[in-house]
């Protein structure tokens, strides 16, 4: 094989992750529903705890909606962000050993 047809060119580029928008949503949803349920006090036959209770189901699930979208919109942006190297395969009988990083699993 040629040098060549083993060069490859790759893109790496930082995504957002999804997990966070989603949990700032839902919260964002369930405090808005406290406050909510607070403020309007108890109605009748029914406890402020209950109500807030209904009311986080209720806004919990659009603030999760919400936070997907927000998350889509982030994505959107750092999709052209990206960087592009050249990726070399290492030499097998180079004799060069991988470099152990400084991380909390490798030290001692």
Same mark, same amino acid.
């Given at each position: 094989?040629?040098?060549?047809? !083993?060069?490859? !060119? /790759? ?19 369930? /405090? ?23 009311? +986080? ?10 936070? +997907?979208?927000?998350?889509?919109? +982030?994505? %959107? %942006?750092?999709?052209?962000?990206? %960087? ?22 490798? !030290?001692?």
């Amino acid at each position: 094989m040629s040098s060549r047809e !083993q060069h490859r !060119q /790759v893109t790496v580029r930082h995504a957002p992750r999804l997990v966070p928008f989603l949990v700032v949503g839902a919260a964002v949803g369930v /405090v808005a529903a406290v406050v909510l349920a607070i403020v309007t006090g108890p109605t009748e036959g029914y406890s402020t705890l209950s109500s807030a209770g209904f009311l +986080a189901v209720v806004l919990g699930l659009p603030g999760l909606a919400l936070g +997907a979208v927000a998350w889509l919109i +982030a994505e %959107r %942006r750092t999709r052209g962000r990206g %960087r592009t190297y050249d990726a070399v395969p290492r030499e097998s009988g180079s004799g060069a050993a991988p470099t152990e990083r400084n991380s909390a699993h490798g !030290q001692r």
